[in-house]
């Protein structure tokens, strides 16, 4: 059966059209009380960001909580990796993060997380799509047990001592000059608070939000004002976070893009240093770099690959005993204080490593020689051009082309109606020519 609710990272869509509208919000609440606590009685904590749209949603999903018996906690404006760690260390029934991430402020989402603090299952998902369907034809709460909502008070300063305490007590960065942009989202509050509290000398953009400006113009999708800005202070490193601060983009002195597979690469070499490293390796998704895989292999570590998606990361990470992992976009997960992916945790451990150092950042993010690589976006309306034939038999030719000289990549966004096609080889004619091939036959079919 088609998910009318959930994509590749919760649900997600523009506010007041289907699937991201408050009746969705309340169904999803009703059934998830129905799926997670039967008995009701039990706790579920809610997060936002700053978009206008956040406290609609929320309220709706308050309604749908407190009329089965189970009790709403409000943690307010807090990063979603905060959701998942409140959920995780106070036993509540579920974690809900209402963010659309880097998405402008017209869209919204939600994500979901378990007792444990992490993302569902795609089986769960079905559950709760079936149970969603059916939400309003089930039985209620008697009035007598109905729930009442309250807040936590310190959520926020909870989250930030989880994540100071990876870095170690004394931790030292006020030699540093940083450059945090907050996307005017989630984290404008305990990013800034974190590097303060550690003695940087910090310069603050996209941390003034309105409900409407989040992630416009600046943030992880929108560098250009960080990049300034570092060269404008004289900085030593610029730190992007997106809506939700679950991911984060590292801007060197020089006002360039680290790669966020080097930012992965620096931080599994120094956990593997400081033998903090679990499993033996990291885990990557299929985007990744073939550089990295090259640069782990030479410290005798393996590189583990999953499909796009930082839940399918972390599931692997628990199944295998990986304490590292990862996408290309940035967002990092370091499982042993966070199950997702955690912009302000990731931003500290490279500042630590910098700080130590005493070095620059463009040395010190560029650990490895990438393979050559690259990704078009290719826009489609209809049907999904991955079933045409054309596109499978370019595909096939393309990755008989490459051989075990390279990659090729070519999945459907799940946010977005986009057909990702990444090509990647250690030749970088070859790896052209196998993009071309199937890009120009995406294109024909979209």
Known sequence: MARQYFGTDGIRGRINKRPMTAETALRLAI??????????????????DTRR??????????????????????????????????A???????????????????????????????????????TLEAAMAAAFDGD???????????????????YIGRCLETIGKGQDLSKLKVVLDCAHGAGFETAPEALRRLGAQLTLIGAAPDGVNINAGVGSTATGALKAAVLERGADIGIALDG???RLIVVDETGEEADGDQVMALIAGEMHRTKRLKGGGMVA???????????????????????VGD?????????????????????????????????????????????????????????????PQKLINIRYSGANPMDADRVKSAVAEAEALLGSRGRMVVRKSGTEPLIRVMAEALDGDLMQKALTMVADAVKAEA
């Open 140 to 158: 209620y709460a008697g009035p007598a047990a109905v729930s009442e909502p309250k807040d936590m008070v310190g959520a926020g300063r909870r």
């Open 285 to 307: 998704t299929v985007m990744s770099n073939m550089g990295l895989d090259e640069y782990l292999k030479a410290s005798g570590l393996s590189l583990a690959r999953t499909k």
């Open 244 to 246: 939700d601060a679950d």
């Open 53 to 86: 749209s956040g406290e609609m949603i929320e309220a709706a999903l308050i309604a749908g909580l407190t009329s089965m018996g189970v009790t709403p906690v409000r943690l307010g404006v807090v990063p979603t990796p905060a959701v998942a760690l409140i």
């Open 311 to 371: 839940r399918y990361v972390g599931e692997h990470m628990r199944q295998h005993g990986f304490n590292l992992g990862g996408e290309q976009s940035g967002h990092i997960i370091l499982s042993d204080v966070s199950t997702t992916g955690d912009g302000l945790l990731a931003g500290l451990q490279v500042l630590a490593v910098l700080a130590a150092s005493g070095g620059k950042a463009s040395d010190m993010l560029r650990v490895f020689t990438p393979a």
């Open 88 to 126: 995780r260390e106070t036993g509540a029934a579920l974690g809900l993060m209402v963010s659309a991430s880097h998405n402008k402020y017209e869209d919204n989402g939600l994500k979901l997380f378990s007792p444990e603090g992490v993302k569902f299952t795609d089986e769960v998902e079905e």
């Open 31 to 48: 059934a998830s009380a129905r799926t997670f606590a039967p008995e009701g009685g039990r706790e579920v904590v809610i997060g936002r």
